[in-house]
């Protein structure tokens, strides 16, 4: 008997969305989270999609001649990627001479905390989530998008657009870490009512 693997809907922004989401004036004084997580989520998204709790714990030495260096947690997967200058820009609003290479790279776990044990890190990294999304929900209001806004959905934003800009399957899959293409495939399956009706409206027109 087999498990028939069934695609849920994944969340996602579009091109027009995320730039709406850019462009939203944001307080640095009454506002300086949203700006926090606003960051946070664009560099995901422009690093493919990288996991929050991967991002929680990139440090300082994770940057190495302009590329983002690190092991998925989930995976294992070694990633190199070359920033690009939104990335590069946002890192510049954390870092700075005086920092050290085991520094945190974003100011979300305090460089004094020590995690004795496996499970005290994911404990802290799911509060630290939570806080995150609820702040994403925050700036979504504040961007006026009618969507539900949450971390992940900075790969799935990914993924997804890298499907409509025709990228191959092959470097889809190298991007987002996955450990084989049918992995790739079935994540981008969640995506097929999207591609149907994009085809539709090709063929047939609205």
């Excluded at 714990?57 to 997967?77: A, P, S, W």
């Excluded at 994403?136 to 790969?155: C, I, M, Q």
Aim: aromatic share 8%.
């Amino acid at each position: 008997m087999k498990i028939k693997y069934s695609p849920t809907r994944k969340e996602t922004l579009s091109l027009t969305e995320l730039d709406k989401l850019r462009k939203v004036q944001l307080d640095l004084k009454t506002q300086h989270r949203l700006i926090d997580v606003r960051n946070y989520y664009f560099f995901s998204f422009n690093n493919a999609g990288i996991r929050v709790s991967d991002l929680i714990q990139l440090k300082v030495k994770n940057i190495v001649d302009g590329r983002l260096h690190y092991e998925m947690g989930k995976t294992g997967h070694f990633k190199s990627i070359l920033l690009n200058t939104e990335s590069l820009s946002i890192i510049k609003q954390y870092v700075n001479p005086q920092s050290k290479p085991n520094d945190y790279l974003f100011p979300i776990l305090s460089k004094d905390e020590e995690f004795n044990d496996a499970q005290t890190l994911r404990n802290k990294i799911e509060s630290k989530n939570a806080t995150i999304n609820e702040n994403l929900k925050k700036l979504a209001v504040a961007a006026e998008l009618e969507k539900r806004l949450h971390f992940h959905s900075s790969r799935h934003s990914f993924s997804n657009i890298a499907r409509k800009k025709k990228a191959d399957l092959y470097g889809i899959s190298k991007a987002l870490g996955h450990k084989s293409i049918k992995v790739t495939e079935m994540y981008l399956a969640s995506f097929d009512e999207e591609a149907l009706d994009e085809t539709m409206q090709m063929v047939l027109g609205k």
